[in-house]
């Protein structure tokens, strides 16, 4: 882990280092690879740079732009140590002599796949949230859905009770015996008369 963080170290001082040797040129880099660049302060392009590093446009030109820089007149390179690397001097005080240019494709590669990591365990973590989000409002939802439910039930139950408990009415009742007792006598002389 501690040769991944000196690889990304490296590469935030060459970002660092390219945001001062040639702003106009990273800040062109950003621009071509899709970004808006807002402003040009050493601050604000380092900003922008690593958060451009997951994208691969960048990352090729930001190697063509190092080597382009390879000749700069600024002498002297802090190792991620924090001590003046003489390795990173030439002989004519160029800032980039010296320098590996094999292994910027390394240091490119690895400071791009440890800042795409974590922006995508930050992309993951973000969804599960919004998962976890979700999951409480399903059962939220059916939580309220089931106290509806229960609720309406309790309802349905009073008005049946009420029914069963309201006073009942034997007037169609009386009705119906008093006809039938009309209609019985009625036959019953029917069939006395009839008879004699």
Do not use: H
């Amino acid at each position: 882990m501690a040769n991944a963080e000196n690889l990304v170290n490296d590469l935030g001082r060459i970002i660092g280092a390219l945001t001062i040797a040639d702003s106009r040129g990273l800040s062109n880099l950003l621009t071509e690879s899709g970004y808006v660049v807002t402003s040009t302060t050493p601050d604000a392009l380092g900003k922008q740079s690593v958060e451009a590093l997951s994208n691969p446009r960048f990352v090729s030109g930001l190697q063509g732009l190092i080597t382009e820089n390879a000749e700069s007149s600024i002498s002297g390179y802090n190792a991620s140590d924090g001590s003046k690397d003489e390795s990173f001097s030439n002989a004519d005080g160029g800032f980039w002599g010296g320098f590996n240019f094999g292994s910027v494709t390394n240091l490119l590669g690895t400071g791009a796949g440890v800042y795409g990591s974590i922006k995508a365990s930050e992309t993951e973590q973000k969804k599960i949230d919004a998962q976890i989000k979700l999951g409480q409002q399903q059962t939220e939802l059916a939580i309220t859905n089931g106290t509806l439910t229960l609720e309406a039930e309790k309802l349905r139950l009073a008005q049946i009770q009420a029914q069963n408990n309201a006073p009942k009415n034997n007037t169609l009742l009386y009705a119906g015996l008093g006809i039938a007792g009309v209609l019985m006598v009625g036959l019953i002389i029917l069939a006395v008369i009839k008879k004699k």
